[in-house]
């Protein structure tokens, strides 16, 4: 079955830096496209990077110029590069597999499979 493991998170100050790493299985990596979402507490879900099949990528305002998402096909892992974080980047942060032939895109509904998670918290 469809295995995705966030791994990276963690806490820094502001203007830190932090790599997630999301590990896929059970599936053809490269066949689908992927994104990474967040959460805070108390709020919605959002979007924040997706990378396509052919390496396309796009990103949420809040995280442009910020955030970098790759990918590894090699190594069935997708990334999230994050630097000069700020207090407004804490949340849970899931690796989402987005259905199949859809797309590339930032809405949660298009996706269907999900990691478990990895927390950020930036301090100001």
């Known amino acids: 079955q469809v295995q995705l493991v966030e791994s990276g998170g963690g806490s820094v100050q502001a203007g830190g830096s932090l790599r997630l790493s999301c590990a896929a299985s059970?599936?053809?990596?490269?066949?689908?496209?992927m994104g990474w979402f967040r959460q805070a507490p108390g709020k919605e879900r959002e979007g924040v990077a997706a990378?396509?099949?052919?390496?396309?990528?796009t990103y949420a305002d809040s995280v442009k110029g910020r955030f970098t998402i790759s990918k590894d096909n090699a190594k069935n892992t997708v990334y999230l590069q994050m630097n000069n974080l700020k207090p407004e980047d804490t949340a849970m942060y899931y690796c989402?597999?987005?259905?199949?032939?859809?797309?590339?895109?930032?809405?949660?509904?298009?996706?269907?499979?999900w990691g478990q998670g990895t927390q950020v918290t930036v301090s100001s």
């Open positions: 989402a597999r987005s259905r199949f032939l859809v797309g590339m895109n930032l809405r949660d509904y298009n996706y269907d499979s």
């Open positions: 990378i396509g099949t052919a390496g396309g990528t």
């Open positions: 059970g599936y053809t990596f490269s066949r689908y496209n």
